[in-house]
Antibody
Framework: EVQLLESGGGLVQPGGSLRLSCAAS????????MSWVRQLPGKGLEWVST????????HYADSVKGRFTVSRDNSKNTLYLQMNSLRAEDTAVYYC?????????WGQGTLVTVSS | QAVVTQEPSLTVSPGGTVTLTCGSS?????????VYWFQQKPGQAPRTLIY???NKHSWTPARFSGSLLGGKAALTLSGAQPEDEAEYYC?????????FGGGTKLTVL
């Protein structure tokens, strides 16, 4: 069974940094485009970033461009999201998902709270 | 980036039919938007029901169908069940970007 397990969330002060990880198992990770999606508390879904299967191509939402960096290590079956210059409005549950298989698999999410 | 508009809330009777729609601020929605529909229940991760406008995953109940209707994307639920009460999000994947609609809270009552 495909599994995606996010980690790295937590409480961080405004202006701080966090790196999220998404460990993938039970599928050929290196073959799939992967995405990060977030959900603000009590609000809707927001696409954050997508990375190609090889890692060569990345896309970002305007709200995070220049602050967040998506990457992957196909040898470790792991997706990352480096988040810098964090703001209160980045507070959300962050999900990783397999875009390459039509978003058929999602992690359980990791909560990021930006607050002083 | 386009703004994607959905009905904030809809109500359907058990056994009834309802259509949720998804419009784009940039114009008509087409097959080139590669429209997705996600269902999310409280405390759960989203689940894909429809991809590429009208394709279903193996777990998508037959009562859900996706289409293009009058320049918008549409998700039709025929024969609503109590377990269909949830938030529904449309999603566009196009031109290197992706965008979610604001979501529709569907009540089965």
């Amino acid at each position: 069974e495909v599994q995606l397990l996010e980690s790295g969330g937590g409480l961080v002060q405004p202006g701080g940094s966090l790196r999220l990880s998404c460990a993938a198992s039970a599928f050929t990770f290196s073959h799939y485009v992967m995405s990060w999606v977030r959900q603000l508390p009590g609000k809707g879904l927001e696409w954050v970033s997508t990375i190609s299967d090889s890692g060569d191509t990345t896309h970002y939402a305007d709200s995070v461009k220049g602050r967040f960096t998506v990457s992957r290590d196909n040898s470790k079956n792991t997706l990352y999201l480096q988040m810098n210059s964090l703001r209160a409005e980045d507070t959300a549950v962050y999900y990783c998902a397999t875009e390459g298989s039509y978003y058929d698999s999602w992690g359980q999410g990791t909560l990021v709270t930006v607050s002083s | 980036q386009a703004v994607v508009t959905q009905e904030p809330s809809l109500t359907v009777s058990p056994g009834g039919t309802v259509t949720l729609t998804c419009g784009s601020s940039t114009g008509a929605v087409t097959s080139g938007h590669y429209v997705y529909w996600f269902q999310q229940k409280p405390g759960q991760a989203p689940r894909t029901l429809i991809y590429d406008t009208s394709n279903k995953h193996s777990w998508t109940p037959a009562r859900f169908s996706g289409s293009l209707l009058g320049g918008k994307a549409a998700l039709t639920l025929s024969g609503a069940q109590p377990e269909d009460e949830a938030e529904y999000y449309c999603f566009f994947l196009y031109s290197g970007t992706r965008v979610f609609g604001g979501g529709t809270k569907l009540t089965v009552l």
